[in-house]
């Protein structure tokens, strides 16, 4: 009896790195790449339509957060596997990505290496978890009421933090994510006021002390 092939859709605005993947998947007969997604809302119309068992998808895009589109995604299709994609070291994003519903987190970098395993383990129902991942998990049992201040912040505070850390100021993030230079500076103020520091070089002091950006 034929098997049936897993059907992938690719979710990401870098079509160099969309056309990698499909090479790789390419040489593996019983997974098909069935269609593409280069931004959010077009991985989240393919997402929620039958048809496809699992998405690869970047937790960075131009126009709303892979997390976001996760989220939506998983509301209204929990049929599909979610792979998160990202060039962040899995200490910043894994864990949200996880408890979003996404079925496993892959570093870029390691994609090569490990995107097919994952593909099948997903597509099984479980959750494709990297040793890293593991540990940040098994770190953060029994550690509940004693979390670090940043796992406080909401998905779009994070990625704030995370980017005024790196360098970018608020208008370069408001232009990244599409939203207005009011928003991303309301989001400065609430993650400033939730992890009780006062300006960008604490922020960003904090970032560097607990790993989060290199």
Known sequence: MKKNKIRVIIADDHAILRAGLKQILAETEDIDVIAEAQNANEAIKLGCQPGADVMLLDISMPDRSGIDALKYIKRENNHIAVLMLSMHKEDQYAVRALKAGAAGYLCKQSASSELVNAIYTVAKGKKFITPEVAEILANQVGMENNKALHELLSDREFQTLIMIASGSSVSEIAEKLSLSVKTISMY?????????????SELTHYAFKFGLVE
């Open 188 to 200: 400065r103020t609430r993650l400033l006021d939730k992890m009780q520091l006062r300006h960008n």
